[in-house]
């Protein structure tokens, strides 16, 4: 099983950013998804949730509004669109796959907030 985080970058504050999560050697559609990010020195958060079928979404405060997850079942892939971003949304950012007791996380992508 497999996750490829893609998108990060550099952004200046109030940009925006995709970030993108393929997945591979499971049954993706099956599990729910969720985007983490880490800043340095701080603990991993959790940012953004989707459920199996895409029905329900949910969101860490601090990115309500700016924020939105979504998938493509049929491409096995998981997404986070990011506007309004802010220096404090510097982090890296890593997808998140369960199911049960299964759980797979990516290598994460670096997103960088500044100007």
């Known amino acids: 099983a497999q996750l490829v985080e893609s998108g990060g970058g550099l952004v200046q504050p109030g940009g925006s950013l995709r970030l993108s999560c393929a997945a591979s050697?499971?049954?993706?559609?099956?599990?729910?998804m969720r985007w983490y990010r880490q800043a340095p020195g701080k603990e991993r958060e959790l940012v953004a949730v989707?459920?199996?079928?895409?029905?329900?979404?949910n969101y860490a405060d601090s990115v309500k509004g700016r924020f939105t997850i979504s998938r493509d079942n049929a491409k096995n892939s998981v997404f986070l669109q990011m506007s309004s971003l802010k220096p404090e949304d510097t982090a890296v950012y890593y997808c998140h796959a369960t199911l049960g007791p299964r759980a797979y996380w990516g290598q994460g992508t670096q997103v960088t907030v500044s100007s």
């Open positions: 050697g499971f049954t993706f559609s099956a599990y729910t």
């Open positions: 989707i459920t199996s079928a895409g029905g329900i979404t």
